[in-house]
């Protein structure tokens, strides 16, 4: 994506799955600025490709493809958005769940190049994922866990199959929620850029508009989807955004998530604030978040969501995308239906852990009567 941006090309197409398992397979399409197209063409493709496609060029007409290794340039355009020396001069150690996937090829050359000692697991690609399932859950990163005890290694990360996203985790091998990784972020970047708006999505947490609140800043609420917070800084000249799934978007490099330079950012920061990133994670609003899924057929999710809408309630209710129901005590829970697989999604966040079990489990329990009863009709 970065390459599409830097070599003034039209655009460029993604075959990927992201984090969906191996069985799934999908193409992103991606606009001259690097970024996934907006929804609206995408979905004028996708009603081209249902009437049967463009009609096809004659065999003198095809054009000509090329080959080119873009990641030391790559690596270096992360680089320059670092404080490259004072991560070296830290000697940092990390250790990488490459999840068989596309960081095999550029992560370990940039905490290299970084000066890092570098540790791997998954570090052949295949896309039947051998290692682990493609989503870089805490649960999936169990082995990474052992990896940063047994190495004592500063910084671990997990990628999810494209690399686009990483969930980061501490020297304790405590693993980060996607959404303290974009508040430490967020505080770095507005301590020199303050008043600035970060974009984030609605299943982030709320918490993030305390921390940028120190620094005069505003949040700017989407729906989910990476592309929906990419297009919202594109549109608005915004420079950073992210999500509580892992995907960091920083804007003076390129307005879309990437694992990579999430990854460059945690060294810069570590190297640079002297602190472990366990502390750094502690300046963040400690709050317990988790979210689970459930099965829903992409036919009945509209439905569902209609009939679930109308069944809860609380103090505030936003349906921005989903459900999100936020309670007196500050609590919320957001279930919402995939738009990647055919499952519904619950969110869920509190300053207390039974908390939020109970309000996942709770609404998971909904979820699922009212898509079996849709089922059964």
């Known amino acids: 994506q970065y390459m599409i941006k830097c070599s003034d090309l039209m655009g460029g197409v993604m075959v990927t799955a992201s984090h969906n398992p191996s069985n799934f ?6 606009y001259h600025d690097g970024v996934e197209i907006p929804k609206a063409l995408e979905a004028e493709i996708e009603c081209l490709v249902d009437k049967g496609g463009p009609p096809k060029c004659e065999w003198d007409q095809v054009g000509k493809v090329s080959y ?5 340039a790559y690596t270096d355009a992360v680089i320059s958005h670092v404080d490259s020396e004072a991560i070296r001069k830290a000697g940092l150690s990390v250790a990488l769940d490459l999840g068989n996937g596309a960081a095999v090829y550029t992560a370990p050359v940039l905490a290299s ?3 890092c000692k570098v540790y791997t697991l998954n570090a052949e690609v295949d896309g039947g994922f051998p290692g ?3 989503e870089p859950t805490p649960e999936n990163l169990t082995d990474l866990k052992e990896l940063i005890r ?3 290694a500063d910084l671990g990360i997990g990628f999810d199959g494209d690399g686009d996203r990483s969930i980061i985790i501490d020297e304790n091998s405590d693993a980060v929620w996607g959404d303290k ?3 430490l972020v967020a505080q770095e970047y507005l301590k020199t850029h303050p008043g600035e708006t970060i974009v984030t999505a609605i299943s982030s947490s709320p918490s993030l508009e305390k921390v940028v609140a120190k620094y005069g800043g505003k949040v700017y609420w989407t729906k989910v989807g990476s592309v929906l917070v990419s297009r919202a800084m594109i549109d608005n000249n915004y420079l950073l955004g992210g999500e509580e799934n892992g995907g960091i978007m920083y804007g003076p490099f390129l307005a879309a998530r990437d694992g990579c330079m999430a990854l460059a950012l945690m060294l810069h920061y570590i190297a640079t604030r002297e602190k472990p990133l366990s502390e750094l994670i502690a300046e963040q609003p400690q709050l317990y978040k988790d979210k689970d899924k459930t099965p829903c057929p992409d036919e009945l999710k509209e439905d569902a969501l209609k009939q679930l809408a109308a069944q809860v309630d609380a103090p505030e209710i936003n349906t921005m995308d989903g459900v999100k129901l936020v309670y007196g005590d500050g609590s919320w829970v957001l279930f919402r239906p995939s738009g990647t697989e055919p499952i519904f999604r619950i969110y869920a966040e509190s300053s207390s852990a039974e908390r939020v079990r109970e309000l996942i489990e709770d609404h998971k329990v909904l979820v699922k009567k009212v898509v079996d009863r849709l089922s059964a009709a």
């Open 25 to 30: 397979n999908g193409v992103k399409i991606m």
């Open 68 to 72: 080119h290794d873009y990641v030391e």
């Open 113 to 115: 190049k970084l000066g």
């Open 132 to 134: 682990r399932g493609s």
């Open 150 to 152: 047994a190495t004592k």
């Open 181 to 183: 990784t974009l508040s």
